[in-house]
């Protein structure tokens, strides 16, 4: 099919219509999942580079004679990057493009994991891992306004199922193949290997093209000299961009709706711990079962299987059952109400209230099961549930932010990433003075029993959420349901990041 005969896809939110040739989506398939590929494996090493690091802990430790809280930063200054970078990269992919940004974004991060691998003092080794993640970060805001450019929303479906399983699995299954290396090789090998395989994207990321329609719209006048089109295509107003706004949105916003809604405040805070214990087990785990069972480090790796099965499992559960559940409801309700009325939010609690059962169901069989007595594969199993758990509240709580904020969905998932990931930063600190104190069953029981809230808190917000709603000057109110979703309909029309995150 000739360009002239390709139909090009409407402008939104008054970016620019591009020329049908030029237009990301009505690229080939080969060239648009080639994309996508780059960006899922990007994605998978920037994600995995923070448990990754946790093969080389020991020997880290023993060659620069530190304490286990100091090389356990390691793993939670990148994570600090990683709650930082999102709120910076944002606005920079709106006034520079997105090539620009993952450019950036790439080359920053491997250079920084080559100051990491060559580093001689521990102070540079955990400052180059802290900006590794900060530069990094980029791709967690950026992946969804890529996926948006150039798939349509009926195509995005496998995608967003493979991105969401690489959010939650990549650092789950970091540990295996890094306890193994670290069992065999020097621990600058390891860190050499998230070097290289980030070198070897950012190659690959260097030859992609622009996919941002505005951008692409100024190198087009850039290229014509400015002078007037004519084609009908190009006809379009240039977009300006109020800078001062988009800093003060991206950077304020998130954290002012972390004070001032106790809703928003409280789903992030519960999200953050269950994200949280994946890099506390991070240290538990072989803490655990080298002393209850004598693993060697690779073995205690191998333990991260089964929470990593169960984020895939946790997946098939969301997609298969909830996700259609949920459509289903919504086209009767709409069926009912002539398309004037949806679903609340508060219908994707169900799925918050069964994750909250899988997590503490995990720990609880972890608890009890984790002794020399009992075979080693019992308390091991413990860890599908954790997984679903975690997989399950990642998907259904990103999905309840979006309805629940109509107008300002961006800022509460920004929210979300910020305090999951600050969480995360701490965690692994005191894990093991924890489990040493407290025991292995007191310390897992202690953390079983805070995972538990997520019932009935859950179930508090699924009864009582109108109430709640009502009091909050963001949250979609039943009264104005239509005009909410008119405008929320217009947000996420103009945030590809939406776009791409509702599912």
């Not at 994605?43 to 286990?68: C, H, K, P, W």
């Not at 679903?343 to 099961?369: D, H, N, Q, Y």
Request: glycine residues 8%; contains cysteine.
């Amino acid at each position: 099919m000739t360009p002239s005969h390709t139909v090009s896809m409407p402008s939104i939110h008054g970016a620019p219509l591009l020329p049908p040739h030029l237009d990301p989506r009505n690229w080939s398939k080969l060239r648009r999942w080639g994309i996508a590929a780059v960006m899922l494996s990007l994605a998978t090493l920037i994600d995995m580079s923070s448990t990754l690091y946790s093969g080389a802990q020991s020997q880290i430790q023993e060659r620069f004679q530190v304490s286990n809280f100091v090389v356990t930063l390691g793993v939670g200054l990148i994570n600090f990057g990683f709650a930082v970078g999102p709120l910076l990269a944002a606005p920079l992919s709106e006034l520079y493009g997105r090539q620009p940004v993952y450019i950036g974004s790439a080359v920053g991060f491997v250079a920084f994991c080559l100051g990491a691998t060559i580093s001689q003092s521990i102070q540079s080794l955990l400052v180059c891992r802290f900006l590794a993640g900060l530069l990094g970060a980029a791709v967690f805001s950026n992946y969804g306004g890529t996926l948006s450019d150039i798939f349509t929303p009926d195509e995005r479906g496998p995608l967003v199922a493979l991105f969401t399983l690489v959010f939650q699995g990549a650092p789950t299954i970091g540990p295996v193949p890094s306890s193994y290396m670290g069992q065999y090789v020097n621990w600058r090998w390891i860190l050499a290997l998230i070097t290289i395989w980030g070198a070897a994207m950012t190659a690959l990321i260097v030859v992609l093209p622009e996919t941002e329609a505005t951008a692409i719209h100024r190198k087009l006048m850039k290229n014509n000299n400015k002078e007037k089109c004519t084609d009908d295509a190009m006809l379009q107003p240039k977009v300006t961009i109020a800078h001062p706004n988009i800093w003060g949105k991206a950077l304020l916003t998130p954290l002012i709706m972390l004070c001032r809604e106790p809703i928003m405040l409280w789903a992030s805070t519960y999200h953050a711990f269950i994200y949280g214990l994946l890099f506390l087990l991070l240290e538990a785990y072989p803490y655990v079962y080298q002393n209850a069972y004598s693993f060697n480090q690779g073995q205690t790796g191998l333990v991260f299987i089964a929470p990593a099965l169960g984020n895939v499992l946790g997946v098939l559960v969301y997609f298969i059952y909830l996700k259609p559940s949920y459509e289903a409801k919504q086209r009767a309700i709409r069926a009912q109400s002539d398309n004037r009325d949806e679903l609340k939010p508060e219908e994707r609690l169900p799925g918050v209230i069964i994750a909250s059962l899988f997590t503490p169901i995990g720990m609880f069989w972890f608890a009890f099961t984790a002794s020399p007595s009992i075979h080693w594969a019992v308390p091991v199993v413990s860890g599908v549930p954790v997984g679903i758990g975690m997989t399950l509240l990642q998907l259904s709580l990103s999905n309840y932010y979006i309805d629940l904020y109509p107008t300002r969905s961006a800022s509460a998932l920004a929210a979300a990433c910020f305090m999951r990931n600050m969480v995360a930063t701490w965690f692994p600190t005191f894990a093991i003075p924890m489990y040493q104190r407290l025991g292995t069953r007191n310390a897992s029981l202690v953390l079983a029993g805070i995972s538990c809230i997520g019932v009935p808190s859950g179930s508090v917000l699924f009864i009582f959420g109108s109430r709640l709603r009502a009091a909050s000057k963001w949250a979609k109110q039943d009264e104005k349901v239509t005009e909410a979703n008119d405008v929320g309909s217009v947000e996420k029309a103009g945030n590809p990041e939406l776009e791409a995150a509702a599912f």
